[in-house]
């Protein structure tokens, strides 16, 4: 559904994104995850043909965005980043303004606009002006905006940014409810968003795509190392030299928290440790008081892949 | 057909809001109010030729009227569009950018034309006391409406460029008023260099226009300064696959 083959941008000296490669197929949702400034705005826009890549193509809903620019933009329903309305229309004015923009028939008019706006829990206000509705509303008022006119492909620019918690959870439903009818590409720098509602996940920063994966296989993929965090009642130095010795031990960080110290062990990928820790802790006689497994969580994933350096579950606290 | 979609929108806008009447209203008293004292200095007086004696000046005067409240009405057409991230959308919907632009510049010059219409009631009403010969005002008013479309031309473009309202109607003042005094330095400047200015003088082709004489080369000059001003606003639009947007 939408193909995007080395697609580079550059402003004057800056490079937005740099041969930025990936395919979405019909009916998948996808989220876009970087940081701000990524480069997630400027692949989206490319998509949506607000302008043209510096090199590379695009393809959407079988049509080039550059030189069929015209048939693709038909395909395509977008909420930009900023919510962008006129704020002297009433909602109904407004989507009706947007059905005529995207060729909507006459007679299909109201239909589309009252599926729109309750899709988006919009039906009851849909007269009021748009300008004195509350932030939360004039987003989803962009969302119904990018549904007129049943586009195969949604592409949302962060939908759910300046959501109360509430409104977070409805737009997300609302992505979910458009799995595979709509096909769907999201960008958003929240990484449980990600995990809530995409089936992929393409990882962007500085204008480079780090990773393309379901969040699953990423979390397996990425994962390098295993580890346990243990809490024990014994001098530090003694814990931190004792578990280093057990056996696949990369790293041990031992800190000392009122009575107790706070170990963090660190093992090679895919081993199990947890035996041979406590067994170790027991053979000194030490009080133990936790032991568990640390769970990478996306945004590990996401860190260790935006900052290689500073990487590492749990990064190590100042 | 979109570009009626967006005029349409425009003009929506145009009635919703206040501005627009305050616009309207400022340019009818200020219109009238020249009509009024230009009659009654033709009738104390005592002029003989109408054509120049009085519609000369009272046409004369409504092209001040417009040159003042035309930059104003166009200002906000790009700029406010820019301004709330809406020309984003614009151009992710089906339509071209020729449309955009042929849709706001007709949505303005129908304000326009609305504007210019109730000034019609002065001269008819002089016509039910003096039968005068209609053609001059004819004339004087066809460069009425060349003059004020070549003024939206204009304001569309520099709206264009900004995404500041004020800037844009000052930046439209700027140019117009330069087109207009730009031959005004006759004395210094070289004379080769006049004969050119005079040539682009935007005044200086409505002068015919007011002493009712239609001239094909002030037709032509107005179109293509119109014309031009939109290959420019056209340009501007199409900048942003260069250069970004904002």
Request: with cysteine; charged share 20%.
């Amino acid at each position: 559904m939408i193909e995007a083959a080395h697609l580079t941008k550059r402003f004057g000296a800056l490079t937005a994104i740099d041969d930025v490669s990936f395919s979405v197929a019909r009916g998948e949702i996808v989220g876009f995850l970087g940081p701000n400034g990524a480069g997630k705005s400027t692949t989206m826009r490319i998509l949506c043909g607000v302008f043209p890549p510096t090199s590379g193509r695009a393809v959407v809903a079988g049509y080039d965005v550059c030189t069929e620019s015209l048939r693709a933009r038909a395909h395509i329903g977008y909420s930009p980043e900023r919510v962008a309305l006129y704020m002297d229309m009433t909602v109904r004015e407004y989507l009706a303004y947007v059905a005529d923009m995207k060729d909507v028939a006459r007679h299909r008019r109201a239909a589309a606009i009252d599926g729109a706006a309750q899709n988006c829990g919009l039906q009851h206000v849909t007269h009021r002006l748009v300008g004195t509705l509350s932030k939360g509303y004039r987003q989803r008022v962009g969302i119904a905006q990018a549904l007129i006119g049943q586009p195969t492909v949604l592409v949302l620019d962060e939908p759910t940014a300046g959501l109360d918690p509430e409104q977070v959870s409805e737009v997300r439903g609302l992505v979910r409810d458009l799995r595979g009818e709509r096909t769907v590409i999201l960008s958003t720098h929240i990484l449980p968003e990600v995990e809530a509602t995409c089936d992929r996940v393409i990882i962007i920063n500085k204008g480079r795509i780090l990773a393309v994966d379901t969040p699953q296989n990423l979390n397996q993929r990425l994962r390098r190392t295993s580890q346990v965090h243990v809490e024990v009642r014994a001098p530090a130095a003694a814990v931190a030299a004792r578990l280093r010795a057990v056996a696949g031990v990369v790293d041990v960080d031992a800190v000392r928290a009122g009575e107790y110290v706070t170990v963090s062990v660190t093992s090679e990928k895919d081993r199990d440790q947890r035996a041979q820790i406590a067994a170790a802790i027991a053979a000194e006689g030490w009080e133990l008081l936790e032991l568990r497994a640390v769970t990478l969580s996306l945004e590990d994933i996401f860190l260790s892949l935006v900052h290689p350096v500073a990487a590492g579950p749990e990064a190590p606290r100042q | 057909m979109k570009f009626l979609v967006i005029c349409r929108r425009e003009l929506r806008s145009y009635f919703t809001s206040y501005v627009a009447y305050v616009l309207l209203t400022v340019f009818l008293l200020l219109s009238g109010y020249f009509f009024y004292s230009d009659l009654v200095f033709f009738i104390l007086f005592g002029g003989y030729v109408l054509p120049t004696g009085l519609w000369q000046y009272v046409f004369l005067d409504m092209r001040l009227c417009a040159l003042l409240v035309l930059p104003l009405l166009t200002m906000r057409l790009f700029a406010e569009e820019r301004k709330l991230g809406t020309i984003e959308l614009l151009w992710t919907y089906p339509l071209r950018d020729r449309d955009i632009v042929a849709g706001k510049f007709l949505a303005s010059w129908i304000f326009f034309v609305i504007m210019l219409l109730p000034t019609l009631l002065g001269p008819l009403l002089f016509y039910q006391y003096y039968q005068f010969d209609i053609g001059p005002v004819a004339a004087a008013y066809a460069g009425m409406l060349l003059l004020g479309t070549a003024f939206v031309a204009c304001g569309l473009f520099i709206s264009s460029l900004t995404e500041n309202q004020v800037v844009a109607a000052m930046g439209t003042y700027g140019i117009l008023v330069f087109f207009w005094f730009m031959t005004w330095n006759e004395e210094v400047a070289d004379q080769r260099i006049i004969r050119v200015l005079l040539r682009l003088s935007l005044f200086d082709h409505f002068y015919n226009f007011a002493r009712g004489v239609i001239d094909t080369k002030d037709v032509v000059f107005f179109l293509l300064f119109v014309a031009f001003f939109l290959f420019l606003t056209l340009q501007s639009l199409t900048a942003r696959t260069w250069r970004g947007v904002r």
